[in-house]
């Protein structure tokens, strides 16, 4: 059994930062990818960056810019660096992991950001 635990989250004003950790009970390179998603209340769940096993990384167009993944191999530790922070990126923030075969995503509890105005 994977288990995936977050920390970092909180409560910051519009224009700081956090930064979110996802701590995996091992090797993140077994999976295809570690994810990052946010689901706000009355909304569906969305894809905000993911790092492959090789490194390549993507971003929500909302996020580009502004959030940063990375990862800390020997610690099996993904990382999201939030800058510039909006009130629109208040979230319960979830980390993934993902495999391919068969399709399947472990996840994290989830982490609240609140952005102030």
């Known amino acids: 059994q994977v288990q995936l635990v977050e920390s970092g989250g909180g409560l910051v004003q519009a224009g700081g930062s956090l930064r979110l950790s996802c701590a995996a009970s091992r090797s993140i390179f077994s999976f295809n990818a570690m994810v990052w998603y946010r689901q706000a209340p009355g909304e569906q769940r969305e894809l905000v960056a993911q790092?492959?096993?090789?490194?390549?990384?993507d971003y929500a167009d909302s996020v580009k810019g502004r959030f940063t993944i990375s990862r800390d191999n020997a610690k099996n530790t993904v990382f999201l660096q939030m800058a510039s922070l909006k009130p629109e990126d208040t979230a319960v923030y979830y980390c993934a992991a993902r495999v391919s075969i068969p399709p399947y995503h472990y996840w994290g509890q989830g982490t609240q950001v609140t952005v102030s105005s």
């Open positions: 790092i492959t096993s090789g490194g390549m990384t």
